[in-house]
T-cell receptor, first 115, second 112 residues
């Protein structure tokens, strides 16, 4: 089974621009979660999508948004980029069931640098 | 609000040593706890998942324990190897949703 894929792997943008990141989950998985990783704040939860609906949301400003398509692929968008948005953005895939055994699998991440 | 702490932040050991990484969390009402490994600049690799009703899980040289009532988990690595060098992260899932709360990680270096 192919793992979680994220594109692009690296991005360089300037302040004020917007960016879209993509995540393809493991085949059959319906839940996609997004995390931001920075040296100062560590790993922080952005949001989770399940069956094209946002199911959970972290404490990030409205500039961060996402969506999920019918094939479970997900995109994350950041508008009006700020220097502090420079981070590794990680996507996690899981079956999405509400049961307790629900292991999450992470992709390689997209490294975003804002200049 | 759930807070997860990992001690130590960094650890350096000689090859062959057995070691223990610690993870503590403030809210014991968790669904499960997952240990991950992260190599520099890479994504996370899942190592072990422990359900809230379990006490421990084993995979090869790795053993993870969970004491939910005291808010603690440990990851035991037996006979460490240089290839084990990485950052180890623990994360707790608080409820039926998939949101994970991560600790700050322990950066492990195993010297040949």
């Amino acid at each position: 089974k192919a793992g979680v894929t994220q594109t692009p792997r690296y991005l360089i943008k300037t302040r004020g621009q917007q960016v879209t990141l993509s995540c393809s989950p493991i085949s059959g998985h319906r839940s996609v979660s997004w995390y931001q990783q920075t040296p100062g704040q560590g790993l922080q939860f952005l949001f989770e999508y399940f069956s094209e609906t946002q199911r959970n949301k972290g404490n990030f400003p409205g500039r961060f948004s996402g969506r999920q398509f019918s094939n479970s692929r997900s995109e994350m968008n950041v508008s009006t980029l700020e220097l502090g948005d420079s981070a590794l953005y990680l996507c996690a895939s899981s079956s999405g069931s509400q049961g307790w055994y629900n292991e999450q699998f992470f992709g390689p991440g997209t490294r975003l640098t804002v200049l | 609000k759930q807070e997860v702490t990992q001690i130590p932040a960094a650890l350096s050991v000689p090859e062959g040593e057995n070691l223990v990484l610690n993870c503590s969390f403030t809210d014991s009402a968790i669904y499960n706890l997952q240990w991950f490994r992260q190599d520099p600049g890479k994504g996370l690799t899942s190592l072990l998942l422990i359900q809230s009703s379990q006490r421990e899980q084993t995979s090869g040289r790795l053993n993870a324990s969970l004491d939910k009532s005291s808010g603690r988990s440990t990851l035991y690595i037996a006979a460490s190897q240089p290839g084990d060098s990485a950052t180890y992260l623990c994360a707790v899932r608080r409820d039926a949703g998939n949101m994970l709360t991560f600790g700050g990680g322990t950066r492990l270096m195993v010297k040949p």
